[in-house]
């Protein structure tokens, strides 16, 4: 048996659901690929809303390290 959870996040990893956004996260020529924003949020040490809720307002990426990146959707 899988938890209501653990069905969601199936769905996502098989592509099941169309709202998730791939996200690739730049900076000092390294990128780094994820498969939604709540899981680059999570690499950046960071709540799983921080960075849509940056892109939003406009703000800077930050990881919880002090690192700068820049944010490319696909």
Known sequence: WLTRGDNIKHAFDAGLMPCKKAVLLKSEGDTIEFSSMSE????????????????????????SDGKRYTVVQE
Request: proline content about 0%.
């Open 40 to 63: 680059a949020s999570r690499y950046l040490g960071r709540n799983r809303k921080y960075l849509s809720g940056q892109l939003k307002r406009g703000q800077q990426i930050t990881g």
